[in-house]
Structure formats: C-alpha cells, structure tokens
C-alpha cells in the first residue's frame, strides 16, 4: 500500500530552500504494511515523492577563528591579504580575471594554494566527509575561490561533466552588504518541463521560473549541476573585501561507503580525530549518522561482497527492466547486529524519470520514479543474510541513472 505525502512548500514563490537535515526529504511516500495485520512481517518502505535538486546546510564549518579550516578562519586569510590596498605580495598577484564573454566575469583562484595548509587540509577535510555521508561520493574536484566585484557574473550554464553534485561555499558578509546580485540563479525543474505545467490564468515572472539562492555566510549550497545556474550581476560594490565570496567546486568519484561495527576499525576514516582544536568535533555537527568502526578488513570485505555478488545484480536486473531514469539517488541501510537490514533513508536524490516514454508503457514519470526507488530500498530490506556484527552499520550507496 502507497501512502503519498503532498510535498512540503515553502511560504512564498521567491523563499529560498529549507536548510537541509541529513536523510530528510519533503513529502515521502510510505510503503508498507498499510493495513495489513500488525505482526506481519513486512519493513516499511519511505521513498520521496519529489527529487530534492538543491539542499541547503547552513553552519557548515566551526565558527572559531583559531580552528582550522573554520568559517571565520578562512574568512580571515582573506581580510588579511587585503588588508592594505597599498601593500604589496605575493597574494595580491593569484587571481586570474576569468572572462568569457556574455558567459562569465569573475575573479578567482585555486583554494589550495590561496590558504594555509592546515586551514585548507580542514575545509577539504570536511567536504569530502560530507559528500561520503550524504552523497555517495568519495572525491571532491579542485576548490576554487572566487570573488565578485562590480559587473561580475556568470549567465546561465550547466556542468554536467565535472560530478552528480556541485557545491558553494560562502565566505560572504551577506546579511551587511550594501549591493545587488550575488545569489546562485537556478532554473526549477517545472521551467525545464514548462508545457507539462504551464497554467494559462497564472502570472509567470522571475521568481516562478528560478530559485535565488543568497550565499550567506558559512551556509554549504548543494545542487544538481544539470540544472542551469548563474549568479546575477553584483552591482554597488567595488572593495573586493565586501563583494561576493565563495569557495566552490564538485562532489564526483561515487561509491558504496560503510561506517559501523562492520567497517575496519583500522581504516582511517576523513573525520576519525577530533581535530578542530576546541574539543567540540563541530565537523560532526551537520549529520546525526557518526559512528565509531570497529570491524575488520574482513567483516568489511564481506559486506561488500555481499553487496556485489547477491544484492545488486538481481536489482540491477530488475531496475533495467523499468522505463529510464536519469540522475542520482543515495541509500543510506541500517544493517542490524544480526545481519538484518532494518531500515533505509535517502541521503540524496535528483532521479527523474527520463523523457520519450514508450507509449505502450504502464508507467508514466511519477511511477518510474516510485518503482525505481521501491525496488532499490526492497533490495537491501528483503535481504536476509548481510553480515553479522556487534552493533548497528551504515552503508551508503549511490544509483547513477543515465
């Protein structure tokens, strides 16, 4: 029995995205046991009814300024390599002036030659932490740094090539500046379907078509690159200390992930120290999904042989019997100390279901997607002979669809 949640929306048409809890996902549909009796053996099954293309964490980085790789750390390199207008070095003379014409005017400059070390080695510390957890990916593309002054901006595109996820970090005094522009522009997904919803009584302007994204200070804006994104024109600023700053880059290499007693103790994984210098472990503030390994080379081998040899090619078989979808979908499995897979969630999710359906199909888009994300979460809760262990794992992992 399917249980369709309406998708949760936001106030107003130009209100920006929900902050974004791990796992969370607006609108799920409940699959299960319904009405069925109450011992029936049967998981629930929760999928989203809608793709979630952009997600927004806020308070991404620790605050203080002596941690590394800390928000107001980072944000101070920066004041302090402008913090004479008539001083000269070395810093002055990184940043290329990257214009494309009627496409992209911006300054910027490669992060990891632009910051400290150990300032630099933090910040990719906690992205690719992050994109583990949540995304399904295992690397993170060059970071760039980029600032914008008066006139710059970059027109509508998409970087399909470079990852499943793109980010933006903001380093950005946004809530004292005095100028205009600045936001991530991107087109929503009904824009890019504009016939299936068009309504001929609705008043179409801007904020209908696009979401602004205001990069607000220390706030992670993650999104589906297939989207095309801009950042309009800033105009009013020309002190390069109060114009838009961000740090930006992709998430790419996805793989399958596993933390827990399953996972080896002796791996180390990116976030095993506490090293943020203050004893608060603030990289862990983001995701409630930490937890401790304490497995072997062996559990862990086991468990990912048994994702390859039993799980995934019966699903892979059934999933190529469905219409085509395109994009990414993340399962995050809970796997019990008894070798049960009890529970799963979607860590992320930018699946629709492709165009050009047969017209003899008896699945139209929304039932591509509900099939696909069925038949993933069945494959890893029906299983019944994952390892055994003495705790609870977490295992992440990512569905390309092309």
Not at 81 to 110: G, K, S
Request: proline share 8%; with cysteine; aromatic share 10%.
């Amino acid at each position: 029995r399917v249980r369709r949640a309406p998708p949760s929306r936001a106030a107003s048409a130009d209100a920006e995205p929900p902050a974004s809890e791990p796992g969370a996902f607006p609108g799920a549909v409940s699959v299960g046991a319904g009405e069925e009796e109450e011992d029936a053996p049967v998981a629930d099954i929760e999928i989203p009814e809608k793709p979630t293309h952009v997600r927004v964490v806020d308070d991404f980085l620790p605050l203080a300024k002596e941690t590394p790789g800390s928000a107001n750390g980072l944000r101070a390199v920066f004041d302090s390599y402008f913090d004479d207008p008539r001083r000269t070095h070395e810093y002055r003379f990184v940043w290329d002036y990257w214009h494309v014409p009627n496409q992209y005017t911006l300054l910027r400059t490669p992060a990891a030659d632009y910051f400290p070390k150990e300032h630099f080695a933090a910040l990719e510390r906690r992205l690719r932490v992050y994109a583990k957890d949540e995304l399904g990916c295992a690397g993170v593309t060059p970071v760039w740094l980029s600032c914008y002054v008066e006139g710059m901006r970059q027109e509508l595109h998409a970087d399909v090539p470079h990852g499943p996820w793109a980010f933006v970090l903001s380093l950005t005094h946004w809530d004292e500046r005095t100028w205009t522009g600045g936001e991530t522009l991107i087109l929503k997904p009904q824009t890019l379907d504009y016939w299936s919803n068009f309504d001929a009584d609705a008043v179409v302007e801007r904020e209908s078509l696009v979401s602004l994204n205001p990069p607000k200070f220390n706030r992670l804006l993650v999104f589906d690159p297939r989207l095309p994104h801009g950042v309009p024109v800033v105009e009013g600023v020309r002190d390069p200390k109060q114009g838009r700053l961000v740090l930006h880059g992709w998430f790419n290499e996805p793989e399958p992930s596993l933390r827990g007693a399953l996972a080896d103790a002796a791996r180390r994984d990116d976030d095993d120290d506490d090293d943020d210098g203050d004893g608060s472990n603030e990289t862990r503030r983001w995701t409630k999904k930490r937890v401790k390994n304490s497995g072997d080379a062996a559990s862990e081998a086991e468990t990912f042989r048994v994702l390859g040899d039993e799980v995934l090619p019966d699903l892979y078989a059934t999933l190529g019997s469905l219409p085509r979808a395109r994009g990414t979908v993340v399962i995050a499995a809970t796997i019990d100390s008894n070798g049960i897979c009890s529970a799963t969630e979607w860590t992320a999710d930018a699946l629709v279901a492709a165009p050009n359906r047969a017209a003899d199909s008896e699945f139209d888009a929304q039932e591509t997607r509900d099939a696909i994300l069925v038949e993933i979460a069945a494959a890893f809760l029906s299983h019944e002979s994952w390892p055994k262990s003495d705790g609870a794992s977490r295992l992440v992992v990512p569905f390309m669809f092309d």
